[in-house]
């Protein structure tokens, strides 16, 4: 459970994960121009049970209008809030193959995120420019570039090949990094007060086949089959005819 600074509540650690989406689906929203969004257009869209997210919502405070919804913009500026994504966190990100550039282009990062610091162990890509102000330097020297930023490091994200991963993530916990996001299917070891939250993105396509199975699986039995005293008697009309 995480208490959110000025809110009373207590918000749920599930809570705080479809929370993110919900602020997803509102930046989505706002882009296309809606002003005002129902209850049941933001969880349709988060794919959600309505009376779920009028709970989430409630943690960060936040009201709707009954018969007229709630006012994207201010529930956009609450829910920020309450996930702390309005100021800019600082991230260290290890990896700067295929993965490491999709986590840095991709749309999360920006919102809340900047990447400030960039490691790899390949010499191929070690003292590439990536951004005008973000360079490839080796993982051996993750103490010394975290202390030299200004702004320190909030995060690290490991996106580095299997064998790389739990080095990458021993340099960014010496350097003082507590919070860590792996997204490499390595179990790594760590120190009680270090939090590691681990994206396997091949177990997350497993849990979606073994979900679309279930539906198919699902839809198969509820097909009406007639039994098999209907079958005799259909055969019986049958012959009769």
């Known amino acids: 459970m995480w208490r959110v600074m000025g809110q009373p509540p207590t918000i749920p650690r599930p809570a705080v994960t479809r929370l993110a989406t919900y602020l ?12 005002v969004a129902s209850s049941v257009e933001l969880a ?41 994504t309005d100021h800019t ?28 610091a960039l490691f790899d162990t390949d010499p191929a890509v070690i ?25 320190g490091i909030d995060f690290g994200v490991i996106a580095t ?19 860590l996001l792996n997204v490499t299917p390595v179990h790594l070891s760590v120190e009680s007060d270090v939090v590691v939250r ?16 279930a539906v198919h699986s699902s839809a198969a039995r509820n097909r009406i089959v007639p039994t098999t005293e209907s079958n005799q008697a259909m055969g019986e009309e049958a012959v009769t005819a």
């Open 24 to 35: 997803y689906v509102l930046r989505s929203f706002s882009a296309r121009g809606t002003v």
């Open 44 to 84: 349709t869209a988060a794919g959600v049970n309505p009376s779920i997210l009028r709970k989430d919502l409630s943690y960060v405070g936040a009201s709707g209008v009954r018969g007229v919804g709630y006012d994207v913009s201010r529930l956009t500026a609450r829910i920020k809030l309450a996930l702390h």
């Open 89 to 116: 966190n600082m991230v260290a990100l290890a990896g700067a193959g295929r993965l490491g550039h999709a986590l840095i282009s991709h749309a999360g990062f920006g919102r809340g995120f900047k990447v400030a």
């Open 127 to 151: 003292g590439t420019r990536f951004t005008d102000d973000l360079v490839v330097v080796p993982l051996s020297e993750v103490g010394a570039t975290c202390a030299g930023l200004a702004e």
């Open 161 to 179: 090949g299997d064998d790389d991963a739990q080095a990458a993530c021993d340099a960014f916990t010496a350097s003082g990094i507590r919070q």
């Open 198 to 213: 681990q994206v396997d993105l091949a177990l997350e396509l497993q849990v979606l086949g073994f979900q679309a199975y």
